[in-house]
């Protein structure tokens, strides 16, 4: 398929695929005319790593973690790939749980929030004097 069908089928820019090339995590095939050519594994491939940039992994990261998708049978291409998913997932623990408590700050503030109108809701409007 060329990069227009595939951008259409994975939701990714034709700008982004042609990135995902350049950094390794994406391999094409040119038509005599210099038009990329990809396979039909190409969709699935692409999905996973919008989904591996989407949970803040750069391409470098990315591009070390693929090749245990590519070369599944090879133990020190697994290895490899281990160590960086663990450092990545132990990354993403720590960005959860710093979310968490920004959340549990933030429901802090809406619940003195809240207290804070209601109390405005309640109080006596102030008299005008006129003069």
Known sequence: MRIGELSTRTGASPRSLRYYEEQGLLTSSRSDAGQRHYPDAAVQRVSLIRQLFDAG??????????????????????????????????RIDADVAHLIETRDALDV??????????ELSTAPEPTVRSA
């Open 57 to 90: 992994m750069s391409s470098r990261v990315i591009a070390t973690v693929l090749p245990c998708v590519d070369v599944p049978g090879d133990l020190a291409v697994a290895e490899e790939t281990f160590t960086a998913m663990m450092r990545e997932r132990d």
């Open 109 to 118: 503030l809406i619940r003195a929030n809240s207290r804070h109108r209601a």
